[in-house]
Antibody
């Protein structure tokens, strides 16, 4: 069974850094792209970008380029979302999702449970 | 970037009814459109991909159609458990943005 399990909720203060993990199981980790999606409180879904665990290739949405980075640890089947210099506007739920491939026609078949990140002083 | 316009933003219907949600894109995207729904406190779930293909395990009362710039999601024989927010997503070109969502209430 394919599963994506994300790290737990983290309360952060402005200026702090964030590292959210997404641990995969039930399939060959290196072979499938992982996307990261942000959902601000009461709002819709925003595609942040995607990472390919096989070679750590990354693609970022222009809206998030330079603001976040993705990394991979193949030894533990885990991808990470990193963000520094947090602001209150970064308060959101962050999701990871698995894609069958990257590019036109792809789809987000499996999702993590989401990681709530409130940022408040 | 491709702009997504989803309508209506909310609707209410009764058990057994049929409803249609529309997604319009600012440029032609062939059939590179997915539909998801999301229940409160849960992750989104894929319903339809490639505009009309039903994801494995999704009930047959969900159907999608359209190509180019205009797409619809139809839910027939509404059930209580269909109460959720529905999102479209284009996967024609990056950034792979989502619509703003349609909140469906089942009376």
């Amino acid at each position: 069974e394919v599963q994506l399990v994300q790290s737990g909720a983290e309360v952060k203060k402005p200026g702090e850094s964030l590292k959210v993990s997404c641990k995969a199981s039930g399939y060959t980790f290196s072979n499938f792209w992982i996307a990261w999606v942000r959902q601000m409180p009461g709002k819709g879904l925003q595609w942040m970008g995607s990472v390919y665990p096989g070679d750590s290739e990354t693609r970022y949405s222009p809206s998030f380029q330079g603001q976040v980075t993705f990394s991979v640890d193949k030894s533990i089947n885990t991808t990470y979302l990193h963000k520094s210099g947090l602001e209150a506007s970064d308060t959101a739920i962050y999701y990871c999702a698995r894609l069958p491939f990257y590019g036109s026609g792809s789809r987000y078949e499996y999702w993590g449970q989401g990681t709530l990140v409130p940022v408040s002083s | 970037d491709i702009q997504m316009t989803q309508s209506p933003s909310s609707l209410s219907a009764s058990v057994g009814d049929s409803v249609t949600i529309t997604c319009r894109t600012s440029q032609r995207i062939s059939t590179y459109l997915n539909w998801y729904h999301q229940k409160p406190g849960k992750a989104p779930k894929l319903l339809i991909f490639a505009a009309s293909r039903l994801q494995t395990g999704v009930p047959l009362r969900f159907s999608g159609s359209g190509s180019g710039t205009d797409f619809t999601l139809t839910i027939s024989s509404l059930q209580l458990e269909d109460s959720a927010t529905y999102f479209c997503q284009q996967t024609y070109s990056a950034p792979y943005d989502f619509g703003l969502g349609t909140k469906l209430e089942i009376k």
